[in-house]
């Protein structure tokens, strides 16, 4: 149980265009989803946490316009990079959390890698 | 501010030999304590937390209040535990969120 995924797994961009991620919890209802980057061999950084059905709260430093997201339902997040530049490439990960697993424990999805040229 | 200090970058042990990860973090309050595992090319999965009390493949971590530390160890290490991993206290109340430590590498020889 608790399955998340996410798509697409890898995406290449122009830069200037906008790449939308998405997250699906698969078999339970995640009120919490987080998106994160990790950057090669190092740590993840939180971007933002969304609680379905209101505003992301953002990390300090990340635009919330340069990269949107939307909990519409408790079963899918997404993260839109609008504007894509080269130095958005990164590893994009989701996880997700809440319903009856509890608020703490996070399921994370396999991840998104996007590279804009 | 709540933080967690991992600090070996690198931990290299042979197989069937002890091993340690160490996790140190502050924090006011009483915090819930996790250890995720992201083996190569593979997603990060969650290996225990310390409300369980679990032991999973081996694994075990006791939370230890008043070193505020949260070792992980394995008392004979396998080949199949080389992977990644991450120590992170859950961050209760407003902003609920894991604080992540930057990671410990485990590396086991044959």
């Known amino acids: 149980g608790a399955v998340v995924s996410q798509h697409p797994s890898w995406v290449i961009c122009k830069s200037g265009t906008s790449v939308k991620i998405e997250c699906r919890s698969l078999d339970f209802q995640a009120t919490t989803m987080f998106w994160y980057r990790q950057f090669p061999k190092q740590s993840l950084m939180l971007m933002a946490t969304?609680?379905?059905?209101?505003?992301?709260?953002?990390e300090q430093g990340v635009e919330k316009d340069k990269f949107l997201i939307n909990h519409a339902s408790l079963t899918l997040s997404t993260l839109t990079v609008t504007s894509a530049h080269p130095e958005d490439s990164s590893f994009y990960i989701c996880?997700?959390?809440?319903?009856?697993?509890?608020?703490?424990?996070?399921?994370f999805g396999p991840g998104t890698r996007l590279l804009v040229l | 501010a709540q933080r967690v200090t991992q600090p070996e970058k690198l931990l290299s042990v042979f197989k069937g030999a002890p091993v340690e990860l160490k996790c140190n973090y502050s924090?006011?309050?009483?915090?819930?304590l996790f250890w995720y595992v992201q083996y190569s090319r593979q997603r990060l999965q969650l290996l225990l937390r310390h409300i369980s009390r679990e032991s999973i493949k081996g694994f075990t971590a006791d939370l230890n209040k008043g070193e505020t530390s949260f070792h992980l160890k394995k008392p004979f290490a396998q080949e199949e535990d080389s992977a990644m991993y991450y120590c992170a206290p859950f961050r209760a109340g407003n902003n609920r969120k894991l604080i992540w430590g930057l990671g410990t590498s485990l590396a086991v020889n044959p």
């Open positions: 924090y006011s309050g009483s915090p819930e």
């Open positions: 996880s997700a959390a809440g319903g009856g697993i509890g608020q703490e424990t996070q399921y």
């Open positions: 969304s609680n379905e059905g209101s505003k992301a709260t953002y």
